[in-house]
Structure formats: structure tokens, C-alpha cells
């Protein structure tokens, strides 16, 4: 398993100009960037090859989210072939704002991660309960299982999977943050999902990260927890000099 931890920055739909991206993109690629921190930036789309243009090699490419259909008449819609095409490596899938906000369904988001291998693009696959108080056992065995539905041990090496509950997504107006403790109990759990479904091998190296409301002050203590892989940060992605620290944390867990 390699043992870089990952960064990922979810822009969502931020920012509102290319300006702004390219300043963000360029503000991260002027830090001496440590190779052993693998750094995606998930950009909206129409950003995505001005951000590849840009990014140099230091930094990866991931889409937000791709169509589950191949090609055709799917308006508004991009293909994981698209995505590939254009030099991305990662795609997120099933983000809660798209289960929640956009209505996809487990169903939509198993047919997404089949699109995704086909064109070997790697998914990172977002579960997490909604409310702090649901039966996180149930929720994240039903998301993970209904997400992995048909899909083989030969694809299981390529994904990565984050854990974000829906309740400390900095947006979700609870206020409520989760802590290092609970959120390494989740991603525990995940491992544990994924070794009944897959075998404990599999399950050891499958990288997953934590996502909620992680900021320069809180990103060291969820991302040193050894067995967290990294962080998918939303809101502060978008604050350059909030992010190159999240950045510098990672690189101090070396
Ligand atoms: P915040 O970091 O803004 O809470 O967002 C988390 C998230 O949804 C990342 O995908």
C-alpha cells in the first residue's frame, strides 16, 4: 500500500470565475510540494482542463462527478470517457450533496464506479450518514455494499473510499463538527465492511479518508491518525492559504 496520504480539494461550485481558479492552482503549485503527499484538486468541470493546463505534474486531476451512461442522448451530461480523455485520474462518486441534493440513487452511483473502471479512471467513492444520530452501522453497510454491487477484487485495488458525514459537511448548518476518535472508528468500520465483502487483505490497503468541515486547525489530527489516508476538503480548499497549511500537516505525518 503506498503510504502517501491523500489531499483532495472539492471545489464543488466554486469558484465563480476561471480567474479564481487559475489564482488558487497556482497559489498551491508555488509551495515546494512534498512527493509523498498525493495532492487532487476536483475542480467543476469547465475548469477542469484550464486546472490541467496549469496544475504541472505535482498535482492530479479529479472530476466531481461523471454520467453513469457511456455516450449519447444525456443532455448535461459528461462521460467517464470524457473525463479520462481530458487527463483526469480521479473521480468522486456519490458525494452526499449529489445524493442528497441531486437525488442519485445507490443504483446511479454502482452504475457511476462501473463507468469509472471501464475507462480506469480511479473513483472515490463518498459514503456518511446524514443525521449524528443515525444507525452509522446500518447506513455505511448499505452504501458501501449497494455501491460495489457486480464489481470484482480485480477493480477493488483502484478505489478509494471517504467517509463524510453529512452532518459535519461545514454547509450542513449544523455546526457540529466530528472528531478524530469517531471518525477513525468509521473509516475502521468501512475496513471492516469491505473485509467481509472483499477479504481482510483488500480491505488493509484500501486507502480512506475523512471529509467534514476540515480546516487548517483541525486537518493534523484526523490526517496523522494512522489508519485515515488523507482528508476531502470542501470550504477551505477555496481559502489558498487555509489549504497550503492542511497541505504542510500532511507532509509533517511523513
Ligand atoms: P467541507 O470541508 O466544506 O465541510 O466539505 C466537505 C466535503 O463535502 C468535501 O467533499
Redo the contacts with the bound molecule.
Keep these: 500500500m503506498s503510504m502517501k496520504k491523500i489531499i483532495i480539494a472539492?471545489w464543488?461550485m466554486n469558484p465563480q470565475t476561471a480567474e479564481e481558479a487559475l489564482r488558487l492552482v497556482k497559489g498551491i503549485l508555488a509551495q515546494r510540494l512534498s512527493k509523498n503527499i498525493e495532492l487532487i484538486i476536483a475542480p467543476p468541470f469547465v475548469y477542469l482542463d484550464l486546472v490541467r493546463k496549469n496544475c504541472g505534474r505535482e498535482i492530479k486531476l479529479a472530476a466531481q462527478n461523471i454520467s453513469w451512461a457511456e455516450r449519447g442522448a444525456y443532455t448535461g451530461e459528461i462521460s467517464s470517457l470524457m473525463i479520462r480523455n481530458l487527463g483526469c485520474d480521479y473521480v468522486?462518486i456519490g458525494?452526499?450533496?449529489r445524493r442528497h441534493k441531486m437525488g442519485e440513487t445507490d443504483e446511479m452511483i454502482n452504475l457511476k464506479l462501473k463507468a469509472a473502471f471501464k475507462v480506469g479512471l480511479v473513483p472515490v467513492l463518498?459514503v456518511g450518514e446524514k443525521e449524528s444520530n443515525d444507525d452509522i452501522i446500518k447506513v455505511l453497510t448499505r452504501q458501501v455494499k449497494s455501491a460495489l454491487e457486480g464489481i470484482g477484487v480485480s477493480e477493488i485495488g483502484r478505489l478509494i473510499i471517504?467517509y463524510?458525514p453529512v452532518w459535519?459537511?461545514?454547509?450542513s448548518g449544523t455546526g457540529m463538527i466530528d472528531t478524530p476518535d469517531h471518525a477513525l472508528s468509521a473509516v475502521l468500520l468501512i475496513k471492516k465492511i469491505m473485509s467481509n465483502l472483499y477479504g481482510s487483505e483488500w480491505a488493509a490497503d484500501l486507502p480512506v479518508l475523512y471529509?467534514?468541515?476540515?480546516t487548517s486547525e483541525n486537518a493534523y489530527d484526523f490526517i496523522t491518525q494512522s489508519g485515515i489516508s488523507g482528508a476531502?476538503?470542501?470550504?477551505?480548499s477555496l481559502k489558498l492559504q487555509d489549504f497550503i497549511k492542511i497541505i504542510k500537516e500532511a507532509e509533517i505525518n511523513e
Aim: net charge negative.
Design positions: 472539492n464543488k468522486i458525494h452526499s450533496e463518498a471517504a463524510e459535519a459537511i461545514s454547509t471529509g467534514g468541515s476540515v476531502l476538503v470542501g470550504d477551505a
